[in-house]
């Protein structure tokens, strides 16, 4: 403490500990959201520590802030328990994700199959493809939905199989649209 004016007592500005915010935590379970779609408790402390490494704020503080933002907090949405630990959102992430499966379900219906033959004539050239993988190329070009997923075991051959597809969808003049999610 310095001696101020009339005897009391200044705090430099570099010994205020910042408090750790409801707002504060909302901001850094954002920042997780935008990587991924929820997070756990222990995640959010982890994060909010890191925040706040360095700036004299200890880990009581921090565990108060994060425990009180995530049973108060009007942003921050209680999910299920996964593997034994609650797993939370944000009402931001709820909200994108409505969105997402309403456009999935305006594209169900919305397209007409590839023809049998466009199919037939992809799966044709590619003497290697498993049964599984075959049905999965017919899966994904016979259906009426403008939305298929695929899922598999790493080393199954989605991307191979994906490819198959792909040359069906081209060659049937229509241009395809594709992501994955790791």
């Known amino acids: 403490m310095l001696a101020g004016y009339r005897g009391r007592s200044l705090t ?17 379970a954002i920042d997780i959201t935008n990587g991924s779609s929820h997070f756990s408790r222990t995640e959010l402390l982890r994060r909010v520590a890191e925040k706040y490494q360095a700036t004299g704020v200890g880990i009581s503080a921090i565990i108060s802030a994060v425990d009180h ?4 907090s009007q942003e921050l949405v209680a999910l299920a328990t996964q593997r034994g630990e ?26 007409k199959p590839l023809s049998i ?14 049964p599984q993988q075959r049905d999965a190329v017919i899966h994904i070009t016979r259906t009426n939905d403008r939305v298929s997923c695929v899922n598999g075991m790493a080393g199954t051959g989605k991307t191979f199989m994906l490819g198959v597809a792909r040359e069906a969808i081209e060659n049937a003049g229509f241009k395809r649209r594709s992501f994955s999610c790791d």
């Open 12 to 28: 430099p500005d570099c010994l205020l500990k910042p408090e750790v915010t409801t707002k504060a935590v909302e901001d850094v």
């Open 69 to 72: 933002a995530l049973t108060e």
């Open 86 to 111: 609650d797993r939370y959102t944000t009402k931001e992430m709820l909200g994108i994700e409505r969105e997402l499966l309403n456009s999935i379900e305006r594209a169900s219906g919305a397209r």
């Open 117 to 130: 033959h466009a199919v037939n004539g992809a799966i044709s050239k590619c003497t290697t493809l498993s």
